[in-house]
């Protein structure tokens, strides 16, 4: 595997029974094929909950560990024709391997993202299927099922809007901003924490217009999702207040830096 970005001695890459995986033992131990066994799974009672995004998400719990498992799934048109598999060009292309990666080193940069724990791919001729494996975000929502359920206050979006501007000072582009990637929990002193989510098909880029058309997108998924609510779960000072909290981050942007941890690593679009 030659990786875009510098792996920690305590990332595996290993061939198991039928694929290729890559896993952190720091958090993994020596992780196993099975964890990707949706059957195998429920049968041993380790599926706690489920999520819906673009397909579904499991929740897994082991003992004190709890992960989230995903299988990449086609959307739309293509979905039919060819369900879960994609064309297989290089190891380093596979959809798991490159949200890995990413997300990877996303997180050693400090960024709010989940860790990434394991990821692994099958290859069947010239196509592969693949699945993906983060740490779960604890006492989280989305912000989808934050609208729904009520207004949120003005601090939670302008902390949302800060949190968008710190990916995009950075390059970060999100392949799908949408409101259920990005999921709210408390920090200490009432506010809000907020991490982003789902990095498939993301990737790191010079400054451009994609950072404007992720939050257009993501003001489009917010229209939706409050069709048809009161008013007042998602209002134009909500959006505003969204934006605000985008300035601001990058005001604060310009005042001096602290200094970064020794285990934080710097991007590079
Ligand atoms: N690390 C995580 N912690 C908590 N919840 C998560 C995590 N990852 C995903 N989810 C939940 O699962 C849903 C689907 O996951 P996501 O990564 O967005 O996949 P996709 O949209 O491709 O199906 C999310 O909207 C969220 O509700
Ligand atoms: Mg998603």
């Known amino acids: 595997m030659s990786a875009k970005w ?6 595996k890459h290993r061939q198991v029974a039928d694929g290729t995986m890559l896993y952190d033992a ?5 992780l196993q094929a099975d964890i990707f066994d949706l059957a195998q799974l429920r049968q041993r009672g380790l599926i706690e909950a489920e999520a819906r995004g673009r397909g579904t998400a499991w929740f897994i719990r082991m003992d004190s560990r709890r992960w989230v498992l995903r299988h990449y799934r086609r959307g739309g048109l293509m979905a039919r024709i060819s369900g879960d598999r994609y064309r297989f060009r290089s190891e380093d292309e596979t959809r798991p391997f490159t949200e890995w990666q990413l997300t990877y080193h996303l997180y050693r940069a400090g960024l709010p993202v989940p860790a990434p724990v ?9 196509t592969y299927s693949g699945d ?9 929502r989305t912000l989808a099922q934050a609208v729904q359920e009520g207004p949120q206050s003005l601090l939670a979006w302008i902390s949302v809007g800060r949190c968008l501007r710190l990916f995009h000072d ?6 799908d901003l949408n409101a259920r990637n990005i999921l709210l929990g408390t920090a200490p002193g009432l506010s809000t924490a907020v991490w982003l989510i789902d990095f498939d098909r993301g990737g790191l880029r010079k400054p451009g217009w994609w950072s404007d058309a992720n939050l257009v997108r993501l003001r489009r998924s917010l229209e939706k999702i409050s069709w048809g609510l009161p008013p007042e779960h998602f209002s134009e000072a909500d959006w505003h207040g969204l934006l605000d909290g ?13 200094v970064t941890s ?5 991007l590079e679009p």
């Open 6 to 11: 510098p792996l920690g001695s305590e990332v």
């Open 26 to 30: 720091s958090r993994a131990g020596n």
């Open 118 to 126: 394991a990821a692994r791919y099958v290859r069947r001729g010239d």
């Open 132 to 140: 993906i494996i983060t740490e779960r975000l604890p006492d989280t």
């Open 170 to 175: 950075r390059g970060v582009c999100h392949a």
């Open 246 to 258: 985008y300035q601001q981050g990058h005001a604060q942007r310009t005042l001096p830096r602290p």
């Open 262 to 266: 020794p285990q934080t690593t710097p």
